[in-house]
């Protein structure tokens, strides 16, 4: 049998991504920077509601890592960065040579628990050791609690890097992730909201940061006609043919976030009656996440059999692609010796969770297909 493989996330394409890169072509334009990247920042500051300035670079890695270089973060430095997340969160803070200090999540949101987020800030700074950022995450999607955390951190005047990887198209109380933090960062990497194949966006409030961001992004080239440079530069530009593909990505930008909410109310409607599994659900209607991924959560029943690793294979089997959730940083092998503060909520969250089909280019047959592992499964206990 040869089915058709349903993979965890991926993007539509609106079929204008090719004239916007044969375009930059006809230009002569394959460069890093040109007309599509700035085309393209100007429709993300307007799909933002023209609050703040964006600048394209080559991944959302890099946005961090930048975010850290404008915010002076230097070897030895300590940074906040929540547990749950991807490595690439916290990766940057070790690029600088600075030390992540992780904290839990708590179980409304999945994101940095306020209550811990304040123990560790108050313990550092009893160390002599005051965290010069935080970084936050709108994890799948899902705001963080923004008005707590920002007020601890507005309290002890630390700066947060908000990390909208995940997040574009999420409100907060109808503001859109990736504006509330001092810096906010996106990816479009493949399986994100929306794909430049490759990219990602610094997100700043002052034009002038942009144009530090940009500078350091360029290779930090000072005002000269030689090659002169008083500051350690980076190669971290958008290409501009990554932008073309993101300029045909932004049409359908609003579509893609409209279909990830459906795949949410699809499986909504599959787990209604399912006792062992429960769908991650928003803790109030002031958070509208885009559902990046929609997530579960299955006890496990040894007699039954039912456990999310046999849920997993069983849509392996059908050749669906499933995913644990992110496992904590501070459980990883390079990130463990560094200093956590919380409990076992993000751990347990691993233990029970899985990212299902949630991609925007989900057909009916592929939601056919879906439906029926599930039932298969759980109907067989
Ligand atoms: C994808 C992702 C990143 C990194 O983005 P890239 O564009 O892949 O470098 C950072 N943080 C989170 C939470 C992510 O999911």
Redesign the pocket.
């Known amino acids: 049998m040869d089915k058709k493989k349903i993979f965890l996330s991926l993007s539509d394409q609106s079929g204008f991504e090719q004239k916007y890169v044969q375009n930059a072509i006809d230009l002569n334009q394959i460069t890093s920077g040109g007309s599509n990247v700035d085309s393209f920042e100007k429709k993300l500051e307007n799909y933002l509601e023209n609050t703040v300035n964006v600048a394209a670079l080559n ?6 890592h930048l975010a850290l270089v404008l915010l002076g973060i230097k070897a030895g430095d300590e940074v906040i960065c929540q547990s749950f ?2 490595s ?2 916290a990766n940057p803070i070790l690029y600088q040579g600075a030390i992540p200090v992780f904290v839990d999540s708590e179980l409304e949101t999945w994101n940095i628990c306020p209550r811990n987020l304040e123990i560790a800030i108050v313990d550092r700074i009893s160390k002599g050791k005051k965290p010069k950022a935080i970084i936050a ?3 799948y999607g899902t705001p963080y609690k923004i008005d707590e955390i920002h007020s601890i951190a507005d309290r002890y005047e630390i700066p947060i890097i908000e ?1 909208s ?2 997040a574009l198209g999420s409100k907060y109380k109808g503001k859109k992730c990736g504006t509330f933090g001092t810096y906010g ?1 996106f ?3 493949g ?2 909201m929306i794909t430049t194949s ?3 966006a610094l997100i700043t409030n002052s034009k002038h940061s942009k144009e530090k961001i940009i500078f350091y992004a360029t290779q930090s080239k000072d005002k000269a006609v030689h090659y002169q440079h008083s500051e350690i530069g980076y190669n971290y530009r958008m290409s501009n043919i990554c932008a073309g593909i993101g300029l045909g990505q932004m049409k359908i930008l609003d579509k893609n976030v409209a279909l990830r909410r459906e795949n949410h109310l699809f499986y909504r409607d599959i787990f209604q009656n399912i006792d062992s599994i429960s769908l991650f659900e928003i803790l109030s209607n002031d958070f509208f996440p885009n559902y990046w991924l929609s997530t579960v959560l299955i006890e496990a029943n040894v007699e039954n059999n039912i456990s999310k690793e046999n849920l997993r294979n069983a849509f392996e089997s059908e050749n669906i692609e499933c995913r644990p959730l ?1 496992k904590p940083l501070h459980l990883q092998p390079v990130f463990e010796k560094y200093p956590f503060y919380g409990a076992k909520v993000a751990e347990e969250l691993f233990e029970k969770g899985l990212c299902l089909p949630s991609g925007s280019n989900l057909t009916i047959d592929d939601k056919y297909r879906i439906e029926k592992v599930i039932k298969t499964f759980f109907n067989k206990k």
């Open positions: 991944s959302g890695t890099s946005a961090i997340t991807f690439a969160s995450v709108h994890l990390d990887a995940e960062i990816s479009f990497n399986n994100k490759s990219g990602g992110w």
